[in-house]
């Protein structure tokens, strides 16, 4: 086994979590059960790497098997990694395309690698009917560098892609003619929309957010303490009207679902400066007031439920806002209309 | 203010000096001064400021000598008056520190230096960093550390920066007397380990304290405010704010980044007293931006926290931290700070 490949596993199981490693080699099947045995998982990372490299160094492993590991590696853990969607159509008047997914990455192989010397390309379907394609660039004079790889998610009879690119960024034109042609399709272009969590774009994407079943009901345990507090029931919650409209309104708006997950929405505003006040500030300017909005939250759609409730923002919530999922943006350029 | 014209009991400040409040610390050698700010009436922090301009005192400082000043993070503390500093001991002082932290380190202490014990510790004054005469000289810290190799090619490498100045801060403060040095504003950057231990000497040595200075909302939207009024012939950065949103169980940050061209023009046409910032003109500066803001958004900044204001001039952070990103208005930005390190200054 090469030295190249040997090393590359090598530093694949260090990026590994300890918990992880088990499962991982479990699903990637290079290694039988026996020889999975053999390995202490107790023992420090770097000495559970090199007994993974002595036993694939025995069934002499390639840079081929490497490369599912790697796959199976970024497909089980939370890669930090941008996800950017893409979505391809297919020029007026043509037909639905009934290829498989096998076709599909015979001919997006053979397109890409006829554009490109040295690129070493890898598939592997995953649960969702979805193809993942690892890339690994090279140029004309020299090898594949495994450690800048290009990932893309695919599925099958569906226009989007989710790409996750890497620092070498010349190569893109042929990746999209690669995925064009082999998909059958005659365009591609980059939506406003990315993130790190590859679940919310889909989820997004494929407007599978307001399928899940978690509803928000009136907790039992607010309707035992309303009980237990009014003594007089003269005394009531004064904006009680007010706050109950709030939260339908942003019931409404959002759904009684589990927000999908992104955690940045940016806007670009180019509309004109105007006040309510009647100071006439900026009043015979033309030119747009040039602004960059950015909101950024661990989970951001959740926290821009909350703000009516808590009093932060008016309900409902500005369109803009609330768009993003059903928009499948959060990328916005505003302009005046 | 001429302190020979002007009698010393003014009824504008109220409170007469008393020999016996600057001795009623709590500290063992009873030398602390209880409280050097002068009781402004109302204790009200003022409602109109001067447009920072350049000081005159500042165009005669090489610009090459403050401009590692620039463009570096600073953790920001107020300090309390030092008794018995001289400016003609920096030497021994530099001796005195470079002991103490090298038994420090001895101890086991974290002290970060580089290489063991090859280090050096400089004290310098700082020239022109001062608002008028009467501010004393600012001056330097330095921790370098020297390369293991001692060949005199190599660089040292500076490890820790701290500098002392007060700028302005005369007409804040009352007489003090002649023993104690009045530099109420402390910059630091480098680990936080050494700031500690550094602080820890000259406390002992000068009884005098440290504390953190916090910005508050108020504060950091007069700097949006005066730092949009900087004149300057390019505006590199966008004036950005940073709001800060209460809302669980998730944070969330607002960025607000205006085009610094629309920004300044936005306040021109606010401003309205020439040579002057009034408190009116802050706000309605702010308000205007939040109510641009609020009719894309309809989301109410004002129910939300301001926490860090950048612009060409400067960045400020309410943690206590500047960035200073303009020699032009450096005095300004320092004269400013020096205002609310004496109003937090107990």
């Known amino acids: ?337 | 203010m001429d302190s020979s014209n002007v009698p010393e009991f003014t009824p504008k400040h109220g409170v007469p000096p008393r020999l016996r409040d600057y001795f009623t610390g709590a500290s063992p050698f009873q030398r602390q001064l209880a409280s050097v700010r002068k009781q402004t009436p109302f204790g009200q922090t003022p409602s109109r400021r001067k447009i920072p301009q350049c000081s005159p005192l500042q165009e005669n400082i090489d610009p090459q000598k403050i401009a590692f000043l620039l463009h570096k993070q600073w953790t920001l503390y107020t300090l309390t008056p030092m008794y018995g500093f001289s400016y003609t001991n920096l030497k021994q002082y530099s001796t005195l520190l470079k002991c103490f932290l090298a038994a420090e380190k001895q101890k086991g202490l974290a002290v970060e230096m580089g290489e063991d014990f090859n280090f050096k510790v400089t004290f310098s004054t700082l020239s022109g960093i001062k608002g008028t005469h009467r501010d004393p000289a600012a001056f330097l810290v330095q921790i370098v550390s020297k390369s293991q190799l001692s060949s005199k090619n190599t660089e040292d490498k500076v490890v820790w920066t701290g500098w002392f100045c007060s700028v302005h801060g005369d007409s804040l403060l009352e007489n003090v007397p002649d023993d104690f040095t009045c530099l109420p504003l402390f910059l630091a950057n480098g680990a936080e380990s050494n700031t500690a231990l550094i602080g820890t000497w000259f406390q002992k040595t000068f009884d005098c304290r440290f504390t953190r200075l916090t910005i508050s909302a108020f504060s950091l939207s007069w700097m949006a405010a005066m730092w949009t009024s900087c004149n300057l012939e390019h505006y590199g950065t966008a004036t950005e704010l940073l709001w800060s949103v209460p809302c669980s169980p998730q944070s969330l940050d607002i960025s607000y980044a205006i085009n610094p061209e629309d920004a300044k023009a936005l306040w021109d046409s606010v401003h309205q007293t020439p040579e002057e910032i009034t408190q009116e003109e802050v706000d309605l500066f702010i308000d205007c931006l939040c109510s641009h803001f609020h009719r894309h958004f309809r989301i109410n900044l004002s129910a939300t926290r301001l926490v860090c204001v950048s612009t060409s001039v400067a960045s400020a952070h309410t943690d206590g931290k500047i960035k200073i990103l303009c020699s032009k208005y450096l005095i300004g930005v320092l004269a400013f700070l020096t205002e609310l390190a004496i109003f937090q200054i107990e």
């Open chain 1, 1 to 337: 086994m090469d030295e190249i490949v040997a090393e590359f596993i090598r530093r694949t199981i260090l990026k590994i979590p300890v918990a992880e490693i088990g499962k991982i080699l479990r699903i990637w099947n290079f290694l039988s059960e026996s020889q999975l045995k053999t390995i202490n998982l107790q023992q420090c990372k770097e000495n559970v790497s090199q007994d993974v490299v002595e036993l694939c160094k025995k069934k002499r492993a390639s840079m081929k098997e490497a490369a599912i590991l790697d796959i199976i590696y970024h497909q089980t853990c939370q890669i930090k990694k941008i996800w950017i969607v893409y979505k391809m159509t297919k020029a007026p008047g043509e037909e639905v395309d009934l290829s498989d997914m096998e076709e599909f990455k015979a001919s997006f192989k053979k397109v890409l690698q006829r554009a490109l010397k040295n690129v070493h390309i890898s598939f592997r379907d995953s649960e969702d009917d979805a193809v993942w394609i690892r890339i690994a660039w090279g140029t004309p004079y020299m090898k594949p560098n495994q450690y800048k790889t290009t990932y893309v998610v695919y599925h099958s009879q569906t226009p989007f892609v989710f790409i996750s690119h890497c620092q070498i960024k010349k190569y893109i034109p042929e990746l999209w003619q690669a995925l064009m042609t082999a998909g059958n399709y005659h365009k591609i272009r980059q939506m406003e929309l990315r993130s790190l969590y590859l679940d919310s774009l889909k989820a997004i994407v494929f407007k599978q957010y307001n399928q899940d079943f978690q509803t928000y009901y009136l907790t039992p345990l607010e309707e035992e303490n309303s009980e237990a507090e009014i003594v007089d029931p003269r005394i009531i919650h004064e904006n009680m009207k007010e706050k109950e409209r709030i939260q339908r309104v942003t019931r409404e708006t959002f759904g009684d679902y589990v927000q999908p997950r992104i955690e940045f929405a940016q806007y670009k505003l180019e509309t004109k400066f105007k006040t309510d006040c009647k100071n006439g500030i900026l009043a015979e300017r033309e030119e747009p007031f040039r602004c960059l909005v950015k909101f950024s939250s661990p989970h951001l759609l959740e926290a821009l439920k909350s703000l009516a409730p808590a009093g932060i923002a008016d309900a409902p919530l500005s369109p803009l806002l609330t768009c993003i999922p059903h928009k499948a943006m959060n990328y916005f350029t505003i302009r005046e209309k």
